[in-house]
């Protein structure tokens, strides 16, 4: 059952939580693409060119936090409660149940 809602409008990703019944509106800068986009249950994630944002339905809680350019995303996924992506540097994991990120380095041969 879909409590997390995402639209992607010029400018604006709107996002909408079934459990609080609010509206949620981040405004894109400028330039900022978006790379990767979804919403399944009770978390809603969006990777642009700028940043990663997370969004808990279930808290009603959106966290971001910046993604530098030079992490190229190999991975995304978003399912149920959580969402996650991983770059040539790290993996990203965010949780409907705590509304964070976490994040491990990569371990990386030659380093």
Do not use: C, H
Request: glycine share 8%.
């Amino acid at each position: 059952e879909k409590s997390a809602v995402l639209i992607v409008i010029p400018r604006e990703i709107l996002l909408f939580s079934a459990q609080a019944g609010q509206w949620t509106s981040i405004r894109l800068d400028p330039g900022e693409r978006i790379f990767q986009r979804a919403a399944d249950g009770n978390v809603a994630a969006v990777v642009t060119s700028q940043r990663a944002i997370g969004f808990s339905a279930a808290l009603n809680v959106a966290q971001e936090f910046r993604v530098t350019e030079e992490e190229t995303l190999e991975t995304f996924k978003v399912e149920g409660n959580m969402a996650n992506f991983v770059t040539r540097r790290r993996a990203y994991g965010f949780s409907a149940f705590t509304g964070t990120w976490a994040t491990i380095d990569r371990f990386q041969l030659g380093k």
